[in-house]
T-cell receptor, first 108, second 113 residues
């Protein structure tokens, strides 16, 4: 079992739909990162969380440390949100461990 | 403010050769991380440098090595290239430690033929 599990692996949505991507992890962490990777490889850091909830524009990330679970929500999705979304966890004093990623396609 | 830069953008080498990839972090960042993303696979942690020292290393053979210079820029060297080393190599920088947000460069796509 991977230390970081994401679901779903693939997600297709219609424009304006509310989207949720989930991340579960099995180790104690100091922080959790949500990353966005566009076709061509460029990666953008969306959020870094150690507790609670963060919001940036249409994106919301939450984390439940007790349940070892995080969710990334996209409200009013748009075709430009189409990308791979990657969850990564930082175990204390160690390296980042990545989930396999969720391929999101938003159709107009 | 300039972001993380990497060079070259693309690199083509033949099996057995050596490859050198370069990364310049965001000004003020002392930590540099290297990651490998092979085709169809997820990101794998390679190396973490901070203040010129190697702080952590992923599960990669010793053919993968690097260094960090006094200006915090970094080099990743891959010796005795193998076909399976073909991948996108990403560099990221942050303030010291894994609890800080990492900012990624555009990557170097290495192709080994």
């Amino acid at each position: 079992k991977n230390e970081v599990e994401q679901s779903p692996q693939n997600l297709t949505a219609q424009e304006e739909e509310f989207i949720t991507i989930n991340c579960s992890y099995s180790v104690g962490i100091s922080a959790l990162h949500w990353l966005q990777q566009h076709p061509g490889g460029g990666i953008v850091s969306l959020f870094m969380l150690s507790s609670g909830k963060k919001k940036h524009g249409r994106l919301i990330a939450t984390i439940n440390i007790q349940e070892k679970h995080s969710s990334l929500h996209i409200t009013a999705s748009h075709p430009r949100d189409s990308a791979v979304y990657i969850c990564a966890v930082a175990a204390s004093g160690s390296r980042l461990t990545f989930g396999e990623g969720t391929q999101l396609t938003v159709n107009p | 403010e300039a972001g993380v830069t990497q060079s070259p953008t693309h690199l083509i080498k033949t099996r057995g050769q050596q490859a050198t990839l370069r990364c310049s972090p965001i000004s003020g960042h002392t930590s540099v991380y290297w990651y490998q993303q092979a085709l169809g696979l997820g990101l794998q942690f390679l190396l973490w440098y901070d203040e010129g020292e190697e702080r952590n290393r992923g599960n990669f053979p010793p053919r993968f090595s690097g260094r960090q210079f006094p200006n915090y820029s970094s080099e990743l060297n891959v010796n005795a290239l193998e076909l399976e080393d073909s991948a996108l190599y990403l560099c990221a920088s942050s303030l010291v430690g894994l609890s800080y947000e990492q900012y990624f460069g555009p990557g170097t796509r290495l192709t080994v033929t």
